[in-house]
């Protein structure tokens, strides 16, 4: 034989039970977040500026408290020092949870989606309990007991 060896009928049927799962999975709806209520369902929103520096993702996954990531290119500015369990990108935007105060990414990728909801300067995006408003050069985010967070070129504070 030339380097082919035969698995014999179970690897057929192997085969074609992957075949017809991963037709399934192709063919399954993908939720709206307002079809995708309820704490079974994982699903994400994203939004951005108008100028696209700072994008963010409303995130409600069943494996990860839910939350809010904003993530802007230049950084969070002043960046407070790497600890030391960070092994990854360190300081590209916060994380806010829906209550307490927001934490600092360390993340090995991003959410910025060039599709997302635009922001305009002056409008306010609600969702959850998070609201985020948009200024001309900034994104104020903020959760339900008053913790956010400002994300600026030139300073991106927390409180």
């Given amino acids: 034989m030339s380097g082919r060896r035969w698995l014999g009928p179970a690897a057929l049927v192997g085969a074609a039970a992957l075949v017809a799962a991963a037709a399934t999975l192709a063919a399954a709806p993908v939720a709206s977040p307002a079809e995708a209520a309820g704490p ?3 699903y994400s929103v994203t939004f951005r500026t108008e100028s696209g520096n700072i994008s963010c993702a409303y995130e409600h996954y069943s ?3 839910v939350g809010l990531r904003c993530e802007i290119r230049t950084g969070v500015l002043p960046l407070p020092p790497k600890p030391r369990s960070c092994h990854l990108a360190w300081g590209a935007g916060y994380f ?7 934490s600092v990414l360390c993340i090995s990728d991003t959410i910025a989606d060039p599709h997302a909801r635009v922001l305009a300067p002056g409008s306010t995006y609600r969702i959850d309990v998070f609201a985020c408003a948009a200024q ?3 994104l104020r985010c903020r959760n339900a007991s008053g913790h956010g967070f400002v994300l600026a070129r030139r300073r991106s504070p927390s409180f």
């Fill in 136 to 138: 001309a050069s900034s």
């Fill in 40 to 42: 079974a369902r994982d």
């Fill in 96 to 102: 806010l949870a829906r209550s307490g105060r927001p």
């Fill in 63 to 65: 494996f990860a408290p």
